[in-house]
Structure formats: C-alpha cells, structure tokens
C-alpha cells in the first residue's frame, strides 16, 4: 500500500511570487495535517483538515493557506513568498481527525526562496 | 496553543549507554504523547507513543513514562546502538499535534 506521498520533491521560487504544494494520503485517511520543518528545529503546525474541512491552524500568516479535496489529497498554497519561508514542509495523513494517533509523514517538499 | 519544550537539543553517548531525552507541555488538555524518529533526509516516523492514562509503556529497548501533573514526559533509550544515531523529536497533542525541537542523538562505536 502505498504510503503518504507529496510533490514536488524540491522547487527553487524567487521572494513575492507563489507556491503550491500537494499530498496524497494514505487510502483510507480521512485527515491530513501540514508542518513547515526549519533546517535543526522541529515541524512546526500550519493547518489540519478532515472530510474538506479545516479542523485546525497554527500560528502562520494569512499568506499560507490549504484545501482538502473529495479524494482526501490536499493542497497547500504560500502567496508572495519570503526568505524566512524556505523549510521542509511535510505532509501528514492520520486515520482520526483528534490527531491522537499515529501521524504518517510524506517525503516532504523542499522549498529553497532566493 | 500547546508549547512543548524538549532536552537536550544534542547528546553523544557511548553504544551500550542508555539515552534520555525529556519534554514538558504546557496544556493540560494534551492527552496523546508520541515520539518520532527523524534519520538524515527522511520523515519523520513514530517509534513509541502514550496516552494520559498511562504512565508508563516499554517496547524493547524503547520506554517512554508521563508524568501527567507535571506535565512532562521522556523517552528512554537502553542499550544504544549507532543505528539509534539520528533526531529524536517529542510531541503533545490534543485537538492538533505540537513537536519538540528535537534532540540529536549520537551513539558512538
């Protein structure tokens, strides 16, 4: 089965314009949660969404924003982009919606501003 | 929102050593505690996990024990070997999952 997988891998974007990013669940998870990763820190809580809707946000600008669609994938979009910006930002797909139970991480998609 | 705070950010022990690495949370409504294992350019994934109503769950050589009024938690690590050599990360969780900033451990041959 196949496990969380997110696109694109890596992408090189310039300061102002904008990203999407995507995920695919694993068949059956109904709740996808989305991190931004800084290189030495810990994945920091951008937004949560189960069954399309949004169950929770972190402490991030209205600049980044995220829709689940009908299939469970999801989308995260980040508008006029900074340096601060550039991180790891992984993907995460869960059975429940509490996020009680085990969080299941993509590859992640590397993204360098310049 | 939840605040977690984890240490030591690193630790160097000896193969055979026992490792501990120590997080505390700050809402008291957090109610699932798992930790994760990060190896070099690649995800994250869940080596031990404890719910609030336990203190206490081994796996192994994997231990993590709660302490629920002072709302701290750690991870045990007995036996070290080099392939435990990677970052370690905690996280609490009620309505969403908050992480540590992570522990870098190194097992030395």
């Known amino acids: 089965d196949a496990g969380v997988t997110q696109s694109p891998t890596h992408l090189i974007k310039t300061r102002g314009q904008q990203v999407t990013l995507r995920c695919s669940p694993i068949?059956?998870?109904?709740?996808v949660s989305w991190y931004q990763q800084v290189l030495g820190q810990g994945p920091q809580f951008i937004f949560q969404y189960y069954e399309k809707e949004e169950r929770g946000r972190g402490n991030f600008p209205d600049r980044f924003s995220a829709r689940q669609f009908p299939n469970y994938s999801s989308e995260l979009n980040v508008n006029a982009l900074l340096l601060g910006d550039s991180a790891l930002y992984l993907c995460a797909s869960s059975v429940t919606p509490s996020n009680t139970g085990e969080l299941f991480f993509g590859e992640g998609s590397r993204l360098t501003v310049l | 929102g939840e605040n977690v705070e984890q240490h030591p950010s690193t630790l160097s022990v000896q193969e055979g050593d026992s490792a501990v690495i120590k997080c505390t949370y700050s809402?008291?409504?957090?109610?699932?505690f798992p930790w994760y294992k990060q190896e070099l350019g690649k995800r994250p994934q869940l080596i031990i996990d404890i719910r609030s109503n336990v203190g206490e769950k081994k796996d192994q050589r994997i231990a993590v024990t709660l302490n629920k009024t002072a709302k701290h938690f750690s991870l045990h690590i007995t036996e070290t070997q080099p392939e435990d050599s990677a970052v370690y990360f905690c996280?609490?969780?009620?309505?969403?999952?908050?992480f540590g900033a992570g522990t870098r451990l190194t097992v030395k041959p």
């Open positions: 996280a609490a969780s009620h309505n969403d999952m908050r």
């Open positions: 809402d008291s409504a957090s109610n699932y």
């Open positions: 068949s059956g998870h109904k709740s």
